[in-house]
């Protein structure tokens, strides 16, 4: 069946502007991550969806990000006045029913901001 | 609080060399671990996992065993091919289950 998919696959950008990135998980998964994946940092944690409860948000590194899911599907990272240091790779991964499950990533969006 | 720390690479083999690549953590009680494969041009893939001491995980030839006593999950290979050169990273799971905490990643690189 088709995986997690991502897009835009890249996106370059300019210091200032806002983004936005975009996660389908695969169908039925109720369980939905954020990752970023920078030279310095590593893999990274942003955020974690699951269900209709809220989210856990501790991994954001800054209130200029942000992230929604509607519908309990497709999910939005935003990152407002983008920084040179938010250029990274943000992941997504989704699992069938949450904690403690396999996690399934996506490609990932390519972020480059000048 | 968790971290992962696993040996820097890169890591350069023959094919058909002995693979270790070492990865201890620092964690609350006893979290799942995992380790990751990342291809080239490819996503991240889990490569296998356990979620108790003394488990081993096991996938395509790869293995790692959980070890409480030296907070420890290395990954091995008994003969590694071209194929397997990617990015591996070690990774545990929060106590929440909602987060997996990753290592800086160990590249790999096999020739022939």
């Known amino acids: 069946g088709a995986g997690v998919s991502q897009s835009p696959s890249n996106k370059v950008t300019e210091k200032g502007k806002d983004v936005e990135l975009r996660c389908d998980p695969i169908s039925g998964h109720t369980a939905l991550y954020w990752y970023r994946q920078s030279l310095g940092q590593g893999l990274e944690f942003l955020i974690y969806f699951q269900g209709n409860s809220a989210p856990d948000k501790s991994g954001l590194p800054s209130d200029r990000f942000s992230a929604e899911r509607t519908g309990g599907s497709v999910s939005t990272l935003t990152i407002q006045r983008t920084q040179q240091e938010d250029s990274a790779v943000y992941l997504c991964a989704s699992s069938p029913q949450g904690p403690r499950e396999t996690q399934y990533f996506g490609p990932g969006t390519r972020l480059l901001v000048l | 609080g968790n971290s992962v720390t696993q040996m820097e690479g890169p890591v350069t083999l023959s094919e058909e060399a002995f693979l270790t690549i070492n990865c201890t953590y620092t964690?609350?009680?006893?979290?799942?671990l995992f380790w990751y494969v990342q291809y080239p041009g490819e996503g991240l893939q889990l490569l296998l996992k356990?979620?108790?001491?003394?488990d081993k995980g096991s996938n395509k030839g790869f293995e790692a065993t959980y070890r409480k006593e030296t907070t420890s999950f290395h990954l091995e290979k008994g003969s590694v091919q071209v194929s397997d050169s990617a990015v591996y990273f070690c990774a545990l799971l929060n106590q929440a289950g909602t987060a997996l905490i990753f290592g800086k990643g160990t590249t790999l690189s096999v020739s022939s």
């Open positions: 356990a979620t108790k001491a003394d």
């Open positions: 964690a609350t009680g006893y979290p799942s």
